[in-house]
Nanobody
Framework: VQLQASGGGLVQAGGSLRLSCAAV????????TGWFRQTPGKEREFVAA????????AYADSVKDRFTISGGNDRNWVYLQMDSLKPEDTAVYFC??????????????????WGQGTLVTVSS
């Protein structure tokens, strides 16, 4: 499985961006696709996840009610709509996939496949 993230950029606080994650490879069965983010000197942190086959979503508390994860019907694309962006949302965002569909999905070690990051910068 190969993942390709795109859509990052510079936006003012309060603005919106939509990130896209393209998947090449297996897109059938049950698994989860998610987004993580990382800033320099900090650990990569969970942002959101979508479970295929169970239609379940999960969000970090810091982005709940502002970010929305969704997927295309063909499962080849996963999107992260980011609204009401804050300067603290500035980070490199990564998409990832795990065979897990249960649990919190927040543990980085559970995620098997990673795409390259896309930089999101929110100015104040």
């Amino acid at each position: 499985v190969q993942l390709q993230a795109s859509g990052g950029g510079l936006v003012q606080a309060g603005g919106s961006l939509r990130l896209s994650c393209a998947a090449v490879g297996r897109t059938y069965g049950t698994y989860s696709t998610g987004w993580f983010r990382q800033t320099p000197g900090k650990e990569r942190e969970f942002v959101a996840a979508l479970t295929w086959g169970g239609e379940r979503t999960a969000y970090a508390d810091s982005v709940k009610d502002r970010f929305t994860i969704s997927g295309g019907n063909d499962r080849n694309w996963v999107y992260l709509q980011m609204d009401s962006l804050k300067p603290e949302d500035t980070a490199v965002y990564f998409c990832a996939r795990t065979p897990l569909v249960g649990g919190t999905l927040t543990r980085i070690g559970d995620w098997r496949y990673w795409g390259q990051g896309t930089l999101v910068t929110v100015s104040s």
